[in-house]
């Protein structure tokens, strides 16, 4: 069993800060890439940074300059700075995680369970 746990979601005011975490633990025997996607109410899905086991990085568009991926291989964690929030930056923020279980189980995609972020005044 592997399971995904966000933490470090709230409310925050316009041109605040947050840092997410999400830590992947159970069975596993390495971790491709890493990411952070959100779903804003009536909205799809979509990514907002992702990370690779060698530390290379891509961001959506609307987050470029303001927000920071990260991740700590020795813990299975993954981090989102997040900068100057706006109010578009309202979501549910969710983590991912391409992940082997064992040497031959082939790559399969975790989620986490969701961390709210809210900026507003």
């Known amino acids: 069993q592997v399971q995904l746990v966000e933490s470090g979601g709230g409310l925050v005011q316009p041109g605040g800060s947050l840092r997410l975490s999400c830590a992947a633990s159970?069975?596993?025997?390495?971790?491709?890439?890493m990411g952070w996607y959100r779903q804003a109410p009536g909205k799809q899905r979509e990514l907002v940074a992702a990370?690779?086991?060698?530390?290379?990085?891509n961001y959506a568009d609307s987050v470029k300059g303001r927000f920071t991926i990260s991740r700590d291989n020795a813990k299975n964690t993954v981090y989102l700075q997040m900068n100057s929030l706006k109010p578009d930056d309202t979501a549910v923020y969710y983590c991912?995680?391409?992940?082997?279980?064992?040497?031959?189980?082939?790559?399969?995609?975790?989620w986490g369970q969701g961390t709210q972020v809210t900026v507003s005044s």
């Open positions: 990370i690779a086991s060698g530390g290379s990085t």
């Open positions: 159970g069975s596993i025997f390495s971790i491709n890439a």
């Open positions: 991912t995680a391409d992940i082997w279980r064992t040497w031959d189980s082939g790559r399969i995609a975790y």
